[in-house]
């Protein structure tokens, strides 16, 4: 019931005082109820309404089209209006989340292409702990192209140098490579040694003296069956790590590593600046081998990404080139295929004339000496100066004006003013001349005191007058 109608409501003439009493309680109930307790439909979307309102308006319809919502904070906050736009915006969005997908693939490295191996292909063995199984894997692509050159991994990641009663390297290396016949063996190590060694004599502890001498043992052992077994040794040497004390161990067997490799002439590769930055410490990221920054270790700070694989083998190629290196330059071209070359023009028969650059100087005449003549066209059998000087030996004769004009001759005109040189060559018989007239020696030279004397008492005389003197 609306208050208009409430309102319209009359009490009939005649009734009691009573009856219209109970009406007039019954209206202001009524009012009241309808003033304080609004719809329970409009309780959220409407701001609490006066009496005002009710009788005034204020733009009921207005404030019922725009609706609000309530947050935390107990504010109350105008809902942004509906729009035909925001749906194509909403669509939009979802395009675009889906896009990475996408770009994420176009830009993920091409693989390289694998080429079929040749039977006689030369083994690069590969052997270690888990860094050399990804040591292999970054050689694998880097020699996916060349198809004299395969990649074999003989890697056991949890295996080392101490704990031999897990995996024995020194037992393993020498039927490993009496099975492979490898052109050169590539060993990593030493990521599992840190730890002591067990042995009949009791435990060594990690880095006692007794340890170092053990290990390095150990090190020259499997130096020692690559040299026995003649095949080329490449020891790569072992990466920093995110732990300080790994780090500091791992320069030590990188030490040894190398005086290893060195004594049975195999090659050391050192690793250690393409992962630590200018401050020699560990990174987790930095360059690839292509130039951009990525991932180079996972994020236990030891394994390494992909990206780490291939920058392990860019250090170790260098060294395996050394020995497997066999495509000569006539193998590579029957690999890249035949080549058809034009054939060769014969001069006699040419049709026609081979082209003459404008700039030329043979065409004004730039490439004949002065004074030398006409240029002599076609085989000439005088033998050119060259020729006489080197093969027979004889000079090419004296011209007057010439660099090796050593003749004597009468000083010109311009020289000498006399008919003849005051001497010359055979003019002076010096032993006529000590017969007949000696030879006189030039008069002794003074001394300087007596220049001296001579000098003041030679202006001493000059300063006299002359009737004194």
């Not at 009490?11 to 304080?36: C, D, E, I, K």
């Not at 005034?56 to 736009?85: A, L, M």
């Not at 060594?204 to 390095?216: F, I, K």
């Amino acid at each position: 019931m609306s208050l208009r109608s409430v309102t319209n409501m009359g009490v009939r003439p005649g009734a009691g005082r009573g009856a219209g009493t109970a009406a007039l309680v019954a209206l202001s109930l009524l009012a009241f109820l309808v003033v304080t307790v609004p719809p329970s439909s409009a309780v959220a979307q409407e701001r609490p309404r006066t009496i005002l309102d009710m009788l005034f308006g204020n733009s009921p319809q207005k404030q019922r089209n725009r609706p609000y919502r309530i947050d935390n904070r107990n504010t109350v906050r105008e809902e942004p209006r509906p729009s035909h736009r925001q749906t194509p915006r909403r669509s939009q969005r979802k395009s675009r989340s889906s896009d990475p997908a996408p770009q994420a693939s176009a830009r993920a490295p091409a693989q390289p292409a694998v080429a079929e191996k040749a039977e006689d292909a030369k083994v690069v063995l590969v052997v270690g702990d888990f860094l050399a199984a990804s040591l292999a894997n970054g050689l694998k692509d880097v020699y996916a192209d060349r198809r004299m050159v395969t990649v074999k991994a003989a890697a056991n990641g949890s295996s080392g140098l101490v704990r031999q009663d897990h995996y024995d390297w020194p037992e393993k290396l020498g039927p490993l490579i009496e099975e492979n016949h490898p052109a050169v063996v590539v060993m990593m190590i030493g990521s599992n040694d840190r730890q002591p060694i067990y042995g009949e004599n009791g435990t060594l502890s990690l880095r006692s003296p007794e340890w170092n001498a053990e290990y390095e043992r150990r090190v020259g052992e499997i130096a020692d069956i690559t040299a026995k077994h003649q095949v080329p040794l490449v020891w790569v040497g072992a990466p920093p790590f995110k732990f300080d004390r790994m780090s500091e161990d791992m320069v030590y067997f990188n030490d040894l590593y190398r005086r290893a490799a060195q004594r049975v002439s195999g090659e050391y590769v050192d690793v250690w600046e393409g992962f630590v930055d200018e401050n020699d410490d560990f990174i987790y990221s930095g360059p690839s081998v292509g130039g951009q920054t990525v991932q180079l270790r996972n994020s236990d700070g030891i394994t390494m990404t992909e990206a780490g694989n291939d920058k392990l083998a860019f250090f170790a190629q260098k060294a395996i080139d050394r020995f497997v290196a066999t495509e000569t330059p006539a193998e590579a071209l029957s690999a890249g295929g035949a080549i058809v070359l034009p054939p060769l023009a014969s001069a006699a028969t040419a049709v026609r004339s081979p082209p003459v650059s404008l700039a030329d100087p043979s065409l004004d005449g730039g490439d004949a000496l002065l004074g030398g003549g006409a240029t002599r066209i076609g085989l000439s059998l005088e033998p050119s100066p060259r020729d006489k000087l080197v093969l027979n030996g004889r000079g090419t004769g004296n011209v007057d004006g010439r660099a090796d004009d050593f003749a004597w001759n009468d000083k010109s005109s311009a020289v000498s003013t006399g008919e003849k040189p005051v001497a010359y060559k055979g003019s002076l018989d010096l032993t006529k001349i000590r017969r007949e007239q000696g030879i006189k020696p030039l008069p002794e030279m003074p001394t300087i005191l007596d220049a001296i004397m001579d000098d003041w008492s030679q202006s001493n005389a000059e300063a006299e007058p002359k009737g004194n003197r």
